[in-house]
């Protein structure tokens, strides 16, 4: 977040969620980039429900400028896509009604997807700490000379 969530303001965020088959729901106001098919609803007093299901207490977080919320997958199920490439976008609501209410899209307007290295990725990182770690172990001590 941009600055400290300040929990005694009314609002609260949403978080949409394109499990596979997101909707271009919000072109009609130029934001092509927001897709989603699901929406977690986050209270600023740390409930949240996902498409009308509530998330047991203690799933919210809310700590200045940090926002976690913990959903069991199996309120997010699959429409076509893999875990790993659910795409999500957060908005911040001042209240119910239409997008007049939504005070901003972040990240830019965009979807992020979830980060989830490749196996790839890992080995190729672990092989260069192993390379590394030989070429330390391997480098003579400098001589003192008097």
């Not at 130029?30 to 699901?38: D, I, P, S, W």
């Not at 899209?105 to 030989?134: C, I, K, Q």
């Amino acid at each position: 977040m941009a600055g400290a969530i300040d929990t005694s303001l009314p609002g609260f965020y949403a978080i949409g969620v394109n499990t596979g088959t997101g909707p271009n729901s919000f072109a009609s106001i130029g934001l092509g980039g927001v897709r989603f098919n699901q929406v977690i609803a986050v209270q600023k007093a740390g409930t949240a429900t996902v498409s009308g299901n509530s998330l047991p207490s203690g799933a919210v977080t809310i700590s200045g400028d940090l926002l976690s919320v913990l959903v069991p997958l199996s309120l997010l199920p699959s429409t076509g896509f893999a875990p790993e490439q659910y795409g999500f976008n957060i908005w911040p609501r001042s209240g119910a009604g239409g997008t007049e209410v939504i005070s901003d899209f972040a990240p830019d307007n965009a979807t992020l997807a979830a980060a989830v290295p490749e196996p790839a990725t890992w080995a190729t990182m672990l092989a260069g700490f192993g390379v590394l770690g030989l070429a330390l172990r391997r480098r003579r001590p400098a001589t003192a000379t008097a």
